[in-house]
């Protein structure tokens, strides 16, 4: 576990922040209705902390409290000065914060099938305020036709590891659809390395 955490502060190097792809200042720092929400960012599944730290070190002002859920294992070793709270999750359990701002995913579904993947969204789905809250999914955005090496080795190592994928614009609106959201907005980086944003909110 120790060399994946070390894997994972080390993937963004040369890559975008999603704060840099999202327009997170508007949609998140400016847009959260103060004093009537207590958590405003979720990170689900968020091991050390690595973005959630980002994300509070970016807009120290925010009002709202910053929150990494992860097992144990998954952020032992987390800095414990940043000012985000950590707390222990299943994501395959329901969800104990109801109504938070944010719930963010990174790098989370690409490793589960979606038989799998549906289940995590749906304890998502099942604390989600209908109004204020909203998912943000940080991840590849494989395009149907042109995929870059680094996006196909990644396809097949999914594959061959955890019977998962990444997945295609369709394949992602099709899984969140399926489980009771609306697509609000999908955000792609300039680039052909960097995570797409996929902003989602609960079905009307």
Known sequence: MEDFNLWMSGINVGRAAWTDVY????????????????????DVGGG??????????????????I??????????????TSGVEFQVQDFFQEQ??????????RYILHDYPDSSAEIILKHIHKALDPHASRLIINEWMVPERGASWAMSAQDLNMLSMFTSKERTEAQWRSLLTRNGYDVVEVFRPDDKISECVIEAKRSS
Do not use: C, W
Request: hydrophobic content about 35%.
């Open 48 to 65: 050390q902390g690595h973005q959630a730290i980002e994300f509070k070190k970016k807009y120290p002002n925010m009002e709202g409290r």
């Open 96 to 105: 104990s914060i109801k109504g938070a701002r944010v719930y963010y995913l």
């Open 67 to 80: 929150i990494v859920q992860d097992l144990p294992k998954g952020m032992k070793g987390h800095d414990t």
């Open 23 to 42: 327009p997170a200042e508007e949609r998140i720092v400016r847009g959260l209705d103060k004093g009537s929400v207590d958590v405003a960012f979720v």
